[in-house]
């Protein structure tokens, strides 16, 4: 943060600049922004354990329902 402050809410803290976006929406502040380029880094990561063949059935059925895989579920 530039000289300890964020751009437009001028927060002190990221506590502050959360509280500052819950309670604002950005569409009021639209003209007061730029365009950044920046990269995020995600890393996943799996972990597999063994269940028993119901359970596992049931999961896969719960997982079809929503639409979403095993793994996602």
Not at 4 to 27: M, N, P, Q, V
Not at 62 to 67: E, F, S, T
């Amino acid at each position: 943060m530039d000289k300890g402050k964020s751009s437009i809410s001028r927060a002190k803290s990221y506590k502050e600049i959360g509280d500052f976006w819950d309670a604002h929406d950005l569409a009021d502040f639209w003209d007061k922004t730029k365009e950044v380029d920046f990269s995020v880094g995600i890393k996943t990561e799996k972990t597999y354990y063994a269940v028993d063949k119901k359970l596992s059935e049931k999961m896969q059925a719960i997982a079809l329902k929503r639409g979403v895989s095993v793994d996602t579920l």
